[in-house]
Every structure is written in C-alpha cells, then in structure tokens.
C-alpha cells in the first residue's frame, strides 16, 4: 500500500507523514515550490532524508497566478485565496498520486487550525473540487471527521490516527518531542507571503498594471523596496545580498535560479551612487525624465550619501553604457508617497 503526502515541511505534515509510516504505509511525499512562499530551508527535504521516503519537488505552473488574481471562493485577510490554493494543490496531488501508484492523498490539515480553509465544509469542498472524496485522509484530525475510504478499507488502523482540533499548536509540539522531531520543523511565522498586508499590497499592484503577470513577476516582490510611478516600477535593494540578486537579474544568461525568477528586460535601468555605498536600484517600464529622476533620487536617499550630502551623483543605464544625474535625496514624504 502506498500513500502521497503533501509534505510542506510544516509540523503538521511532518506529523502527518510520520503517522501514517508507524502504520507501515509506504509514503512518497510532495512538496509544492510556491512563488509566493518565503523559506531559507528546506525542512521536507531533510524531513524526507530523515524518514527514508522519496521527495517529489513540484513548481507551480504559470497557470498558477490566476489562482491568486480571480480565487472562485475569495481571499482571506489579505490576497490569500486559502481554498483555491489548496484545491489547486490537491488536484495536482491527484494526478501525481496517479503517476506513483499512491491510493489515497495524507495532509497535515488539522480542523479547525486555519479560519478559511480548514473547518469542516471547507475541507469537504476542496476535496470535492479535487475529486478526491473520502480518498484524502487527515491523520491529526482523522476522529473528528467521517470515516474515509482508506480507513473503511482497512488499509489504516483509525484508532492509531488523533483527534486535534484548534489553533493551539501544543498538542503538535508534545508529539514532536515524542516523536524526537522537535528540531526538525520551522516556527509557525512565514508561510505564505500573501496574508502579509505589504506583501499583498505589492501582488495587487502587480495585477493592476501588468496583465500578463508571471511567476518571475510574483518572486520579484520579495526582493527590495518596491515604489510606483505611473506605469514604472522602482526597486530599490535593501542590503548586500539584494544588491547581488538585483544585479543578476539584469545578466542575460543569469538570474534567480532556485528562487523562481528570470533575468530582466535589458531594457531596465541600473542606477547606483559611485564612491559610496549604495543600493543597487532597478527601474521597470517606460523611462520617463520624472520616473529616472525618482529612481536617482531613490538611489540616493538610500545611499550613504544620502544622509551627509545634498547633491549626489547617480550612475544609471542598461549594460555598459551609463549616464550621470545628479539629485537631492528625495524626502521622506515623497518616499511614503510612492511606496508600494
């Protein structure tokens, strides 16, 4: 008998998986690689190592954002289409749970846990919405709910599987340590970006002036201070390690690699201060005397200079060919004006 697991490194589904292995279930988990996710390790894969089972890492399709622009049952407290999401998911665990021979799908909801995608009739309609009725079984919450084909079948032992319910996480923790797991999974902050309100304010920015968003689109949010004008788009780096992303992706053949980003239009302006430490800023979109201006102005405010001098010069221009302009700072007001 073999099971997939929706493993996304989380307690829960870490918890999940290793409930249904003590059951002496062959398990092969997946994890879904996101755009709008925020992680600097990776817990599922060194969780899969540590379990001794097969990882399957699944990127999201373009087809994805339209996921997040038009969500059939809404978003959550910020661009978060919760149940959308996870439909989205399921439906992609169902065909991959067809590829490996798996019978039935294990995830780490826990009823009650999230308001919008894991009370009862939320997880009835995403598993109808999936096709996968009674074939999804939900080993932390598995007494609370109605009996599923896996467990009628006999293929899992219900009495082995819980009955927790809530947000508290402390029955989770408990059977961690239990477990001798309680190194091995991340703090309940980050997650997904898009129930941040900053991060979300960017995504709906995004949507309104580009029609034909993408994913590279979406991972670009992450990186920097973003600042709108007009139909420009202004990122501004906020430290070193931005600084480098930020310049890779203005090399042709370079880019995000690993983070979901292509390298950018060669047509994008490059704009730093030379002589002092600087962000490294990037100018999308028609370049307009008034958006150049504003990303000079940027470049300098951020900029060592920015604090000692009141007329700095900014280098910009794509490729080797630069120009010079030189700014005052520009002012706190204006900064919070255009700040996406």
């Known amino acids: 008998m073999k099971a997939l697991a929706l493993l996304s490194g989380g307690l829960d589904s870490i918890l999940a998986t290793k409930l249904i292995l003590d059951q002496g279930i062959e398990v092969v988990a997946v994890k879904f690689i996101l755009p ?3 992680e ?7 969780i899969a190592k540590k379990f001794g089972i097969s990882l399957i890492q699944a990127e999201v399709g373009e087809e994805y954002l339209d996921v997040i622009r038009n969500p059939t049952y809404g978003y959550g407290s910020g661009m978060n289409p919760c149940i959308d999401c996870r439909i989205y998911m399921l439906r992609e665990a169902k065909r991959i749970a067809k590829e490996v021979g798996a019978k039935f799908i294990v995830t780490g909801d ?38 599923t084909i896996p467990e009628r079948e006999g293929w899992v032992d219900r009495s082995k599987l819980l009955a927790i319910r809530g ?7 408990a059977l961690a340590e239990k477990f001798g797991l309680h190194e091995d999974y991340p703090s309940p902050s980050g997650g997904c970006l898009l129930t941040y309100k900053e991060f ?3 995504v709906r920015d995004l949507f309104e ?12 949010l992450k990186i920097g201070r973003h600042f709108r004008v007009a139909s420009s788009k202004i990122i501004v780096g906020r430290n070193e390690e931005e600084n480098k992303l930020l310049l890779e992706l203005t090399k042709p053949l370079q880019g995000l690699r690993g983070r979901g980003a292509e ?8 704009f730093e201060v030379p002589g002092f430490g600087s962000p ?19 470049t300098a405010r951020y900029s060592d200079a920015g604090a000692k001098e009141k007329a700095i010069q900014v280098e910009y221009g794509n490729g080797e060919k630069k120009a010079r302009i030189i700014v005052s700072p520009l002012d706190e007001n204006e900064v919070a004006r255009l700040r996406i």
């Open 40 to 46: 600097k390790r990776d817990y599922a894969e060194e």
């Open 110 to 147: 826990v009823l009650g846990e999230r308001p919008m995608s894991q009370h009862r009739k939320a997880l009835e309609l995403e598993e109808k919405e999936a096709g996968l009725e009674n074939m999804i079984l939900r080993p932390l919450s598995a007494k609370l709910l109605p009996e």
């Open 36 to 38: 709008v996710t925020s």
């Open 263 to 270: 390298p950018h239009s060669p047509e994008d302006y490059v």
């Open 200 to 202: 979300a304010s960017k």
């Open 167 to 173: 947000r508290s996480r402390k029955p989770q923790i």
């Open 209 to 220: 002036h580009k029609e034909e968003a993408t994913k590279r689109d979406v991972s670009l």
């Open 280 to 298: 490294i800023t990037i100018l999308e979109g028609p370049k307009s005397k008034e958006a150049i201006e504003l990303a000079a102005k940027l």
